[in-house]
């Protein structure tokens, strides 16, 4: 007689809920669905965090400012408890700060970078028709190495204001630093990540000197001059924050454009109804974030005793809210699965919530409605080349190794 198995005991969970995993990688939607249906508050003990696949449990979490950010404060077993250099001797990027820390440097920084990024977008656009011009020449070719990487990087140079003498060795160093995310980095990444982050340090120190004594219409010169008006930032602190939108926008952006892409391309019906009414790119946009997001994941710590869906979580406990299963929860989305660029309802977690909600939200929905938009404007014919796509294996980011497309 074969007994009943507790539901608990053939949850999806360690790396099978991790991009390491080929299957995972490939189609991540039916594990997740799973977990969140069968226990969307999962202490996983392979990850020795807890694990939250529910919308309203991720929502409510990421939006919870009492919780900490700061993975050393949590279980040091946690799997993400070793993420970065989080020893307390060198500044910090927020991306893993907590208040009272938190709050004074994202302040100015959020106060700068949204300035800067409501009135970029005439430059995102000339940015975009080069690289779509460097293209129009060839066959065919690849959205993520010579569209998605280029773009965004083209874009926060111009917000940073980088000369364009320096923007060959500034783009070297923005693919180098990327590699900070990689946890399976080869030796020579490890490498080029090194020498980025030395360049980039000495990189925006010089930058610093020269705009306080030339300041320029850029987002250097916005945080030297806050910083010289009393907000309480270090150079160090403004150094690491600047080379931290790098980290956290560049790859970011090239999977949003490459997800978009591909969703696109194999939804043709959905295509046709974008290109017959532009004014759904905006709608588009959130609807690809909804869909495929870029971050799969983000994490918290609790800071106090809690309960949450009824189980109860002890403090320290690290807590990984899966965005991607919160972004399909059916409690929320009328059939989840389905591409629908109409969709009237898109409350997305695609860019986290609360106090840590992504700083560079509006400037990448934006460049991702130029980027997409344009390409599909300027190749009415684009169609996906015969391949077999494949997934980066980068914990908590989903994004394609490589999209070839003829034109
Ligand atoms: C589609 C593109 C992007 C996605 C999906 C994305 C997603 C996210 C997510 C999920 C978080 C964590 C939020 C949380 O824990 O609640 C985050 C934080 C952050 N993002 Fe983005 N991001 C994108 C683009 C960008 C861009 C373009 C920049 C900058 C130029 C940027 C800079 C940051 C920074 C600095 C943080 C840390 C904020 C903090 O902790 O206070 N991101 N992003």
Same mark, same amino acid.
Not at 58 to 66: I, K, L, P
Not at 151 to 176: Q, T, Y
Not at 250 to 258: F, H, R
């Given at each position: 007689?074969?007994?009943?198995?507790?539901?608990?005991?053939?949850?999806?969970?360690?790396?099978?809920?991790?991009?390491?995993?080929?299957?995972?990688?490939?189609?991540?939607?039916?594990?997740?669905?799973?977990?969140?249906?069968?226990?969307?508050?999962?202490?996983?003990?392979?990850?020795?965090?807890?694990?939250?696949?529910?919308?309203?449990?991720?929502?409510?979490?990421?939006?919870?400012?009492?919780?900490?950010r700061n993975p050393a404060?949590g279980?040091?077993?946690a799997v993400f408890s070793r993420v970065s250099d989080v020893?307390?001797?060198?500044?910090?990027?927020?991306l893993f700060?907590?208040?009272?820390?938190?709050?004074?440097?994202?302040?100015?920084?959020?106060?700068?970078?949204?300035?800067?990024?409501?009135?970029?977008?005439?430059?995102?656009?000339?940015?975009?028709?080069?690289?779509?011009?460097?293209?129009?020449?060839?066959?065919?070719?690849?959205?993520?190495?010579?569209?998605?990487?280029?773009?965004?990087?083209?874009?926060?140079?111009?917000?940073?204001?980088?000369?364009?003498?320096?923007?060959?060795?500034?783009?070297?160093?923005?693919?180098?630093?990327?590699?900070v995310l990689n946890a399976?980095?080869?030796?020579?990444?490890?490498?080029?990540?090194?020498?980025?982050?030395?360049?980039?340090?000495?990189?925006?120190?010089?930058?610093?000197?020269?705009?306080?004594?030339?300041?320029?219409?850029?987002?250097?010169?916005?945080?030297?001059?806050?910083?010289?008006?009393?907000?309480?930032?270090?150079?160090?602190?403004?150094?690491?924050?600047?080379?931290?939108?790098?980290?956290?926008?560049?790859?970011?952006?090239?999977?949003?454009?490459?997800?978009?892409?591909?969703?696109? $391309?194999?939804?043709? /019906? %959905?295509?046709?109804?974008? #290109? @017959?009414?532009?004014?759904?790119?905006?709608?588009?946009?959130?609807? &690809?974030?909804?869909?495929?997001?870029?971050?799969?994941m983000t994490g918290?710590?609790?800071?106090?005793?809690?309960?949450?869906?009824?189980?109860?979580?002890?403090?320290?406990?690290a807590?990984?809210?899966?965005?991607?299963?919160?972004?399909?929860?059916?409690?929320?989305?009328?059939?989840?699965?389905?591409?629908?660029?109409?969709?009237?309802?898109?409350?997305?977690?695609?860019?986290?919530?609360?106090?840590?909600?992504?700083?560079?939200?509006?400037?990448?929905?934006?460049?991702?409605?130029?980027?997409?938009?344009?390409?599909?404007?300027?190749?009415?014919? $684009?169609?996906?080349? /015969? %391949?077999?796509?494949?997934? #980066? @294996?980068?914990p908590g980011?989903?994004?394609?190794?490589?999209?070839? &497309?003829?034109?």
């Amino acid at each position: 007689m074969s007994e009943t198995k507790a539901p608990e005991q053939d949850l999806p969970t360690g790396f099978q809920i991790m991009e390491i995993d080929p299957d995972f990688r490939a189609d991540p939607y039916p594990r997740l669905a799973d977990l969140q249906k069968r226990c969307p508050v999962h202490h996983d003990p392979v990850l020795e965090s807890v694990v939250l696949s529910s919308y309203d449990d991720v929502r409510s979490v990421v939006n919870d400012r009492g919780l900490w950010r700061n993975p050393a404060r949590g279980n040091p077993r946690a799997v993400f408890s070793r993420v970065s250099d989080v020893s307390g001797e060198r500044p910090q990027s927020i991306l893993f700060m907590d208040d009272p820390d938190h709050a004074r440097v994202r302040g100015p920084l959020t106060q700068a970078f949204y300035k800067r990024a409501a009135k970029i977008k005439p430059q995102v656009e000339a940015i975009v028709d080069e690289v779509l011009d460097g293209l129009a020449s060839r066959p065919s070719f690849d959205v993520i190495a010579d569209y998605g990487v280029p773009v965004p990087i083209l874009v926060i140079a111009a917000v940073l204001g980088i000369e364009k003498g320096r923007l060959r060795e500034f783009r070297e160093w923005s693919e180098g630093i990327i590699h900070v995310l990689n946890a399976l980095r080869t030796p020579e990444q490890e490498q080029a990540l090194l020498a980025a982050g030395d360049a980039l340090t000495s990189f925006f120190a010089e930058a610093m000197a020269d705009r306080r004594a030339n300041p320029k219409d850029d987002l250097i010169t916005d945080m030297v001059q806050l910083q010289a008006a009393g907000a309480e930032l270090s150079d160090d602190e403004i150094s690491v924050n600047l080379q931290g939108l790098l980290v956290g926008g560049n790859l970011t952006t090239t999977d949003l454009i490459g997800n978009g892409v591909r969703a696109f $391309l194999t939804h043709p /019906d %959905q295509l046709a109804k974008l #290109r @017959a009414d532009p004014k759904l790119i905006a709608a588009a946009i959130e609807e &690809v974030l909804r869909w495929d997001p870029p971050i799969t994941m983000t994490g918290r710590v609790a800071s106090h005793a809690m309960e949450l869906g009824g189980e109860a979580i002890q403090p320290k406990e690290a807590l990984i809210s899966l965005l991607r299963a919160a972004n399909r929860d059916p409690t929320v989305f009328d059939d989840p699965e389905r591409f629908d660029i109409a969709r009237k309802h898109t409350p997305h977690m695609a860019f986290g919530g609360g106090a840590h909600i992504c700083i560079g939200a509006p400037l990448a929905r934006m460049e991702g409605q130029v980027a997409l938009w344009k390409l599909f404007e300027r190749f009415p014919n $684009l169609k996906l080349a /015969d %391949q077999e796509l494949t997934y #980066r @294996a980068l914990p908590g980011f989903r994004g394609l190794e490589k999209l070839v &497309v003829e034109i």
